[in-house]
């Protein structure tokens, strides 16, 4: 088995320059490669903030998550915040990229098959991470990684049962393939208080706003402001890791009031934020 390389109108708060990012290779996946004997195998790796895990994929399946801290999962057409109490699923073969948003001590799982037979499972998909489950990962994460036992046995028989009823929750944001609409997306992404005007954007990009809104009807079958709402949505994701207050969140994010933020969330994932935000 091989691992390659390969609206409401916001206020204007001053957004930080962008910081340098250091960019590294997988660490050592080989090393950690499920197989019949041992099909689940779980490694840790602790990241500094703005630190990259270069773009990559894998033989087996993978479930990505923090023990503390927010990562950035990307694959070609999507990315993902994750929080501690969220975990992104990737199955066999998709390249990905892990970038931490804040220093954080991630936990890799790898997996020979999928927790099931389920179509769910041949996308990426984001699960909730129960407390049980954050637990046997961590412990199979402890176990030497050159010797077999029944503990580790024992731990993934449990780490496959409960994943295969962890929650799937309707979190990521898609991204396009053309070159220019992808450069302005990964800006919004880093900073979508910026701009709240469509204009504003497209004149970063050096475009109209009308071919800008076309580019995001044609690559992502949304408008700009739905688009920007999963935006506003996964910045708040990563506020809230932070143990930002509510109120605090809806204000960086540009809402008039907490009540409006709340009724983007609610429309947007199907529950209160209180409730999405409350374990993140």
Known sequence: ??????????????????RARTSLPPLDPRRYAPTAERPARAKERRMAHHMDIQAHH?????????????????TERHTFLVPPSRAVWIPRGVVHAVTAVERCDL???????????EACWEGCRVLEVSPLLRELVVALAALSAEVASPREA?????????LAQARSLRLGVDLPR??????????MLEAPQRH????????EAGASARTISRLFRQELGSSYAQWRQQALLAHALRLAARRHPMQLIAAELGYASPSAFSAMVTRTVGMPPRKFFEQA
């Open 1 to 18: 088995m091989t691992d390659r390389s390969h609206p409401l109108t916001p206020a204007k708060p001053r957004v930080p320059a962008p």
């Open 154 to 162: 024992w731990l993934a028989a449990l780490i496959r049962d409960e």
């Open 58 to 74: 894998h033989e087996w399946g993978q479930l990505v998550f923090s023990f503390s801290g927010v990562v950035r999962v990307s």
């Open 178 to 187: 053309d070159k220019r609409l992808r450069r302005l997306c990964e800006a």
């Open 196 to 203: 709240a005007r469509l204009e504003d954007w497209a004149a």
């Open 107 to 117: 936990r890799t799982l790898y997996l020979l098959e999928p927790p099931s037979a």
